[in-house]
């Protein structure tokens, strides 16, 4: 089990792309949550086992039908104990 803090940044909010993380994520059974940041960009917290975390990363590289998709940043952090994988709409 791994947790990674994932930084999309480009055409990434107002496409959708925080709903299909979420869908994502849950087919994955990927923790965590995907919001969107005051810049523009969306971050995503995310925790579970390598291969669902790297499919999670490759979808993080494409994006939503509409997005487009300039940088993606991965670091790796401490687990935090997800129960679940949310969209959080307020901005953070």
Not at 51 to 80: I, M, P, Q, T, Y
Request: hydrophobic fraction near 40%.
């Amino acid at each position: 089990m791994k947790h990674w803090n994932i930084l999309i940044s480009g055409n990434v909010q107002g496409v959708y792309f925080r709903f299909t993380t979420k869908a994502v994520a849950d087919q994955l059974d990927v923790k965590g949550f995907v919001t969107n940041k005051p810049d523009g960009k969306v971050y995503v917290e995310a925790e579970g086992d390598q291969f669902a975390l790297d499919s999670l990363l490759e979808f993080c590289h494409e994006g939503s039908d509409r997005a487009e998709v300039e940088h993606v940043e991965v670091e790796e952090a401490e687990l935090k104990g997800f129960k679940n994988f949310e969209v959080i709409k307020k901005v953070i």
